[in-house]
């Protein structure tokens, strides 16, 4: 065996600070009898070694293969060093200077070691609601800024006692330098408080405050209970008055909530679960996961009405853990009123909250950043984020650029489903779900998440995407930054580069892009978009066929109108039901289709969809962005293969934005003619069933027609499939399988949501490609 000695530094990056890996690189270096020390730094983990060759090796191979379960390591590089003779490995202090390349670790679901201390009355930590270790427990909700250390994190007022001080000191423990480590004896205590008016009354501690609490759920009252990343309201799931009173309170007439269930037994007696539904339930992560609902299923009307699919997650901390012992099923929504972001500083939930909530279930221990709860669907086989937030962000995103961005970049989002990206060097930080930028305190939570990231990642921004809208408030504050250069890029172009960073591609490829509404640049409103685009730019080689939308924002909420928008347009004189039931503003809107002004042209596919949802009889008006739509795949028979048939039309030349060339024309999809046989199977007796989904399935036949053309004049054999639309599962199974069953490659989204939650991912890449 070789004698040869040799001394490395070592830096490893990605996320590996509050994840266990200084104590991981400890115990490795004891167990091979090496020197050195690790610690943090705002890099990440910096590491000189001396030993053996041989043992420095198995050093090396082990730093990866053994790493903590909750660690991701993007980069390891080496460097030779003098020896110097060390003897002993040790943990160095933290350094908290130098450019930041750190990634911070998202917030995680209690393991198993910590959940069997919590319920074991033998065991210090029994029943106490902060139990965590290395490997769970908060992380980018409580730190302020890095390096990772307990001074840099909310838990820096809670100095530990003597028996936690030892575990955290003790390479053994799996609570050595967890940053979080406490115990009743020195950590947060749990409070229940009721609040009446200015008067805030504690009226328990303790274990006798988690008592009141269940005796508050049980007794069908509202209980504002202080969770990772905000204040969420809870009522028992199966109590139909206090959920009703829930909805009324809280100004949220239709949109489900979502429930928490002790375990996945729990879980299978209220939805069918697959295999991987269950794996995305118990992942630690701990999403919202949308699961068919059984039809006997023991849950309030009012928890998820008008819907077959109900949001159900586990439980993520001790607290959630205990409630549910006791409690069984809850709702847990987000501790709002109506649009406003979640609810996170103490203050400001007793007093915001203090109109729905009955009692408060708190503690002492501060959240530094809101974070709401991420939701996620199985859709074209394979987990769909929908609401990418808690469990998830900050991790960041590997990109497949061509080269590193010199660069900063801050993408900006759009106004719906708001997030905000950096991108620097080749990954990209995807914020957290911030919510609709409607009104100033999501606008407040936008500003304020930005100023956080740039903190923790030390990205100071040169280049700032943002939507072509001129009145979306994220672009307005971004025309308001000082000494940066702008970048406006299209709705569309940003949802297919989004699609392509998600899946590390790069294009071209052909790009389906179906939402709501985008502002596009001839000044009409798309939303039913083909398009040929990488990077760098696109060319809109086709989109749906464009009807105006009546009275402009009146039509998004109205889907009654889109319905006399295309009924007009295809010329139909069967009056349907919707008609006559709204007899009295037919006429008058009709008249507007007439005025542009009134009512722009759209192409957009929600749009359509609404239509078909109002002559179905499902949705004249929606109280939530989607409803329409949702309401109608919902309705759709799954077992039905017949679809309506609909012409594509030569359009106007291609429009180019970049260097993209095509040989085609473009293309117009007919979806009136879809609705023109809604009508009349709906006017000969067909069942809605039958309908919405001979719908679907002509939607989807229509645009495999369509990207077949366009593969067929430019070659292009992969589609990317992008836009809130694709957060239909029915019509994004039928379109992915058919697309494949010519030839083609199809890409959706899995790492980011497909509607405008992940359009910042877009914008970002976008820029960083046209502002090198």
Known sequence: MSTERVRLRIRVEGIVQGVGFRPHVYTLARRLDLAGWVGNDPKGVFIEVEGLRAALDLFLGDLKGEAPPLAVIDRVATTVLPLTGDRGFHIADSVQDGSRRTSVSPDFGTCDDCLAELFDPADRRYRYPFVNCVNCGPRFTIVTRVPYDRSTTTMARFPMCGECAREFADPADRRFHAQPTCCPDCGPV?????????????????????????????TGLIVAVKGLGGYHLAVGAEDEPAVRRLRDLKHREAKPFAVMVADLAAARTLAGLTSEAERLLADPRRPIVLVPRHAEALTAPSVAPGTGEIGLMLPYTPLHHLLLRETGPIVLTSGNISDEPIAFKDAEALNGLSSVADAFLTHDRPIHIRTDDSVVRIVAGRATPLRRSRGYA?????????????????????????????????????????????????????????????????????VVAHDLHPEYLSTKYAAELADVELAGVQHHHAHIASCLADNRERGPVIGVAYDGLGYGTDGTLWGGELLIADFTGYVRVGSLTPVPLPGGEAAIRHPWRMAAAYLAEMDLTHTPPVQHRHAADWDRVRALLKTPAHSPPTTSAGRLFDAVAALLDLHDTVAYEGQAAIALEQTADPTETGAYPAHIARGDPPSCNGNLPYPGPSLLLNGGELVRAVVEDRRTGTPPEAVAARFHNGLAALTVAACLRVHEASGLTTVALSGGVFQNRLLTDRLTDALRRHGLQVLTHHRVPPNDGGLSLGQAVIAARRHP
């Open 190 to 218: 749990l409070s229940y408080t009721v609040v009446d008016g200015a008067d805030r009354q504690v009226l328990a501690q303790g274990e006798a405050a988690l008592q009141r609490a269940v005796t508050a759920v049980r």
């Open 394 to 462: 900050p991790e960041p995103l590997a990109l497949s650029l061509q080269r590193p961005v010199r660069r900063a970049v801050l993408a900006c989002g759009g106004e719906l489903k708001s997030t905000f990206c950096m991108v620097q060097g080749d990954r990209a930080f995807l914020s957290h779900h911030i919510g609709d930028l409607e009104n100033y305190e999501t606008l407040v939570a936008f500003t304020e998440g930005i100023e956080h990231f740039q903190r923790l990642f030390g990205v100071v921004p040169e």
